[in-house]
């Protein structure tokens, strides 16, 4: 319920988001008009084709991404057929027949009728329900995220639905400030019909903002510092993170943190669900609940190019080797955030690299993050001998009680000669623990569905080339330097020497990246403040900032050994073909 609320407040504040600008020439274009029949339908069917678009959109093929460009396409010529019947009333009886007519018919039909028809404003609304793109805050990124990881289900059209009637009511009192505003100065000077034309100008305006893709460039990037701080307050405030860090998905209802979740007694939290559905398993054979009964069991969800997940896997695996032959079994869920990571080649790299010899089920499919009903990355269940769940832990921290938490239900199953104590670990590279109290800038995505604070000048164009500069950088923006296309999760380098620059303040800074075609070698430099790195230099760089991308992975790039400060990093590609999917900071 609280994720409603959210979803209802995250619309409401579309209101004051540059994005809406393009759309509220359409609405007010009907200001003069009872708002029962005529702003209401409108406001409905822009609610309505918004949340499906965006329901399909968030867990369908590139069909869907086709489909809808055909439909605003088609929406931005009725519109404008609607705008011109505006701005110029007689052209519509002598001119244009018979497409200019089709828009007078929806501009005036119902003009003479107290009971105009619904369908008119109706289908207006569904037209700019295909036009309408909100800039992507958190509360909409945490919808969207989750339904791309869930998949299709009625409470992502529920939640998108929620979110647009939040945009509506704010919509709805712009209409109705708008229609006293008309009356009066129909009424006081007599110039309604100049209105209406003022009016069919601003339409035909808003369509070429949204033919040109400046409502999800500029207008996106001007948004930044506004709402998305309420919003993330507001995140912060109804739907908190728990543990140290960990990276939220879906959109389910908050878990307590691990602090709260068990107390001295570790109470059930229900039984542990099947492990079906998993697309592969590496190092075992396949794991069915049955086999585990009368094993103590953790299960740990995470991802290969999650640094949230990296950091706490030498505690998973010291556990696992610790306590294996105690009655243990360690099981880990790999589920993929990224396209690349649904490779099993690439997580059978991943799991030699990072020296995982316990079972792990390829999760490509969700099936089993669905089962946990799990929100999280990385996110540890812990699992007595009769099957229940009786522990969780959200993030990374919480080491030492997890683990006094596996002692005891090893005790409770009755084994003997428990190692006492808490494993000692010593994790170097990306493992190594973050420096969280230095870390003051956000992981940051690079592809335009969950991407913020761009600074290059025009702001995104998507899926497209296009050659960027750099923006005057403040802290936690970043830009794009060369031909690059920016896709919904990821940034494609088109020519050689294209950078990419932040401006961060961390201790450690990562870049998930990979080659466009396997085998494929991307040398890059890397800079700091216009100097190569020296000591500062990440595990995968030398002291001249000198690297390649060689596969598809999460790069150490800084590791700064001095006091940390605000530093302007760059990255610059010597290769074309790199993509560039998301920073993280340590």
Known sequence: MLLFLLAYLGG??????????????????????????????????????????????????????????????????????FGLTLLFPALADRAMAPLVRVGARLSHLGEGKADGSLLVPLVLGVATGFLWAPCAGPVLGLILTGAALKGANATTTLLLLTYA?????????????????????????????????????????????????????????????????????????????????????????????????????????????????ATAWLNSAPITTESLKGKVVLVDFWTYSCINCLRSIPYVRAW????????????????????????????????????????????N???????????????????????????????????????????????????RDIPGGTVDVNASGAEA????????????????????????????????????EAGALQLNAWSLVGNWTIGPER????????????????????????PTEEGKTIRFRVTIDGKPPGSAHGMDTDANGEGAVTGQRLYQLVRDTGSVADHNFEIQFLDPGVQAYAFTFG
């Open 320 to 363: 696992a080797q610790k306590y294996r032959d105690h009655g243990l079994v360690v099981i880990g869920v790999h589920a993929p955030e990224f396209a690349f990571e649904r490779d099993v080649d690439n997580v059978r790299k991943a799991i030699s690299t990072f020296k995982i010899d316990y079972p792990v089920a390829v999760d």
């Open 365 to 415: 499919d969700t099936k089993i993050w669905q089962a946990f009903e799990n929100e999280y990355w990385p996110a540890h269940y812990f699992i007595d001998a009769n099957g229940d769940i009786r522990h969780h832990h959200f993030g990374e921290g919480g080491y030492a009680e997890s683990e006094r938490v596996i002692q005891e239900l090893l005790t409770e199953a009755g084994q």
């Open 491 to 514: 940034a494609t380098l088109n020519e050689p020497d294209g950078k990419i620059v932040y401006r961060f303040h961390a201790r450690d800074l990562h870049l998930v990246l990979g």
């Open 12 to 81: 409401v504040l579309t209101i004051i988001s540059p994005c809406i600008l393009p759309v509220i020439p359409f609405v007010l274009a009907r200001a003069d008009r009872p708002f029962l029949r005529n702003g209401l339908p409108m406001l409905v069917g822009m609610a309505l084709a918004f949340a499906v678009v965006a329901s399909l959109a968030s867990v369908a093929g590139g069909w869907v991404v086709s489909a809808n460009q055909y439909g605003r396409a088609a929406a931005l010529v009725l519109l404008a057929l």
């Open 165 to 277: 009637a939040g945009a509506a009511t704010s919509l709805a009192l712009a209409l109705a400030v708008g229609g006293r505003v008309f009356a009066a100065m129909k009424r006081s000077i007599g110039i309604g019909e100049w209105i209406r034309r003022g009016l069919g100008a601003a339409v035909l305006v808003a369509i070429v903002a949204i033919a040109l893709g400046l409502d999800t460039g500029v207008l996106t990037n001007l948004s930044l510092s506004g709402t998305n701080a309420i919003e993330q307050s507001l995140l912060d405030r109804l739907h908190p993170r728990q543990g140290q860090n960990p990276v939220a998905i879906s959109g389910g209802p908050a878990k307590p943190a691990a602090s709260e979740a068990a107390d001295a007694d570790l109470p059930s939290e229900g039984p542990m669900p099947p492990l079906d559905g």
């Open 433 to 468: 623990a973050s420096a969280a109290a230095d870390v003051k800038s956000p992981e940051t995505y690079l592809g335009y569905d969950r991407s913020n604070r761009f600074d290059s000048p025009g702001g995104v164009v998507q899926d497209a080339a296009h050659t960027y």
